[in-house]
């Protein structure tokens, strides 16, 4: 990547400082440039959620499933199939067998034949199946909280009900839910919900029970086959090795495995079930790699025909897999920095798409103005600012290609294609030590909408060489003086690097912890790289 693609800038403090004086400075930094500016954001524990009370139709929600708990009726809950619908489906079916429900099952929806959401279609699934309530985990309403926490939450207040009606006693104990909240931790941040402070809280308590080694079988067999150190686990690691691998069950297959993972007891089913996510998580980055191939073909041949690429993109392939178009579009997005919307054929002689959008640009309203601009060239559509789905004939995806760019082409200026890297600014040479590495892991949890902590800086360029392909692993120096540290590129453009031509460099990163037979040492994960005359 050259640098006029993008632009570096650097995180500005927009709140009022209420920290308190014993934080360290680098951390205080990092928080009010992040809009926290009360020592009571940064509280972490469980006493500091949010009440249940706070969420709306709570009450009649625990009053319909403490009925079906005392009638005996089948209750089926209905889930999703990502990441965050089988942690909450997973997480759901336990609780409500845990509290007394002798007759708890669950559905989710297949990817390919049932669509998004709770379709007319699985609704009639559950009924066949003798269902006499469903329970749909993702229409609670809540700000910030994934489908998971609203689980959570719904179980928490029936807890409650039961508590005080005297439900529990003798002959049923009182379950404790806290043991959950490894689910709740890996379906919050898998599905890239913003961390505020009830999502932090969520998130780190979940951490902290898997560090101590209290997870799920599931989640420790995930956590084996990732080579994951569950004592050593940040958030990013639930979000880039484990959910991958979950979601990789609803991309290909049947999130129903992912689910069975999550509810076993049994660590040799765990293992055995991991095992088959990761086979699964391997094809589908085989397919993705695939795609993606054919998808910057499409590009160059667009190139071609065009002096620019349109603001708005959409790509098609006959072999595409409905399943991983919405990753592709993704990839795209952050290649090109324009919204891009992915189709595959769904087998019936329509198309299924999944689109990715930039800031700038709601995605949803585009594709409503477009909807209302061109009656009928869609035959349905939804989704939120920057993710959307829809479906089309496949005689008129030329039709859909050129009106979406010439709409996205309205609605944006070149401006708006402007890459950004935010940093925090620079570290100086006695900040590249394990001791600010392990501060930085532990101040967290930190993901969507509370950034992990970035940095930039120059450096000199002592050794540069391709591992694994594809990765550029340095040697660098801070300009002005410091520690020498290694550092990791990953994916670079081998037609740029290595350069032994180039001497120093500026460089965007992460400071991270490298462990390696035993030994710790600081790494720089490099986000970019550009050299520097």
């Known amino acids: 990547m050259v640098k006029n693609e993008v632009e570096l800038r650097r995180r500005e403090v927009t709140v009022e400082d209420a920290l308190p004086a014993t934080l360290p400075p680098l951390?205080?930094?990092?928080?009010?440039?992040?809009?926290?500016?009360?020592?009571?954001?940064?509280?972490?524990?469980?006493?500091?959620?949010?009440?249940?009370?706070a969420l709306s139709g709570i009450d009649s929600a625990v009053t319909l499933l403490h009925q079906a708990l005392l009638d005996g009726r089948r209750i089926m809950v209905v889930g999703d199939f990502d990441a965050d619908g089988a942690t909450s489906t997973a997480l759901?079916?336990?609780?409500?067998?845990?509290?007394?429900?002798?007759?708890?099952?669950?559905?989710?929806?297949?990817?390919?034949?049932?669509?998004?959401?709770?379709?007319?279609?699985?609704?009639?699934?559950?009924?066949?199946?003798?269902?006499?309530?469903?329970?749909?985990?993702?229409?609670?309403?809540?700000?910030?909280?994934?489908?998971?926490?609203?689980?959570f939450y719904l179980m928490l207040a029936l807890r409650a009900h039961l508590r005080a009606l005297g439900w529990f006693g003798a002959t049923r104990s009182e379950p404790n839910l806290a043991e959950l909240l490894d689910l709740v931790a890996l379906g919050t941040v898998a599905d890239v919900v913003p961390l505020d402070v009830n999502n932090r809280i969520l998130v780190w308590q979940g951490l902290s029970r898997i560090r101590a080694g209290k997870c799920r079988p599931g989640i420790r067999a995930l956590l084996e086959i990732a080579n994951r150190d569950a004592r050593q686990l940040a958030a990013s690691d639930l979000g880039f090795a484990l959910g991958p691998r979950l979601n990789a069950a609803g991309r290909l297959d049947d999130m129903?495995?992912?689910?069975?993972?999550?509810?076993?007891?049994?660590?040799?089913?765990?293992?055995?079930?991991?095992?088959?996510?990761?086979?699964?998580?391997?094809?589908?980055?085989?397919?993705?790699?695939?795609?993606?191939?054919?998808?910057?073909?499409?590009?160059?041949?667009?190139?071609?025909?065009?002096?620019?690429?349109?603001?708005?993109?959409?790509?098609?392939?006959?072999?595409?897999?409905?399943?991983?178009?919405?990753?592709?579009?993704?990839?795209?997005?952050?290649?090109?920095?324009?919204?891009?919307?992915?189709?595959?054929?769904?087998?019936?002689?329509?198309?299924?798409?999944?689109?990715?959008?930039?800031?700038?640009?709601?995605l949803r309203d585009a594709l409503e103005r477009l909807d209302t601009l061109n009656p009928g060239l869609m035959l349905k559509f939804g989704g939120h600012a920057m993710a959307a789905g829809l479906s089309l004939e496949t005689a008129r995806y030329d039709e859909f290609r050129q009106r979406f760019a010439e709409l996205v082409g309205e609605w944006l200026d070149g401006e708006s294609l402007q890459g950004i890297i935010w940093s925090d600014g620079a570290l100086q040479p006695q900040e590249f030590s394990l001791q600010t590495a392990e501060m930085l892991r532990e101040a967290g949890p930190w993901g969507q909408a509370f950034p992990e902590p970035a940095f930039d800086g120059k450096f000199k360029l002592l050794q540069q060489r391709l591992v694994g392909e594809r990765h550029l692993k340095v040697m660098v120096e801070p300009l002005g003086g410091g520690p020498l540290i290694d550092g990791i590129a990953f994916n670079v453009d081998t037609t740029l690097w290595p350069d032994t031509s180039v001497r120093q460099v500026e460089l965007a990163y992460k400071l991270d912890i490298n462990e390696y037979r035993g030994n710790r040492s600081v790494q720089l994960i490099i986000d970019h790289l550009w050299p520097v005359n």
């Not at 951390?27 to 949010?50: C, M």
């Not at 293992?271 to 086979?279: I, K, P, Q, Y």
């Open 92 to 151: 759901t079916v336990m609780a409500l067998r845990s509290m007394g429900g002798s007759n708890v099952q669950y559905l989710v929806p297949n990817r390919f034949e049932d669509g998004y959401g709770l379709s007319p279609e699985v609704v009639e699934q559950a009924r066949a199946r003798g269902a006499a309530m469903i329970l749909a985990d993702c229409n609670f309403p809540s700000r910030a909280l994934a489908g998971v926490g609203v689980a």
């Open 27 to 53: 951390l205080k930094r990092l928080y009010l440039q992040r809009g926290v500016g009360d020592a009571a954001e940064l509280e972490r524990g469980a006493k500091n959620l949010l009440p249940f009370q």
């Open 256 to 362: 129903s495995v992912g689910v069975a993972l999550l509810m076993t007891d049994d660590l040799s089913q765990a293992r055995m079930l991991a095992s088959e996510l990761d086979a699964l998580n391997q094809t589908r980055k085989e397919i993705e790699q695939g795609m993606q191939s054919e998808a910057l073909a499409l590009c160059q041949a667009l190139e071609r025909e065009q002096s620019d690429l349109p603001l708005g993109l959409a790509f098609y392939h006959p072999e595409w897999h409905q399943g991983v178009v919405g990753i592709l579009a993704s990839r795209l997005k952050e290649r090109f920095h324009r919204p891009v919307i992915a189709f595959a054929p769904a087998g019936d002689g329509t198309l299924k798409g999944s689109g990715r959008s930039i800031a700038g640009l709601h």
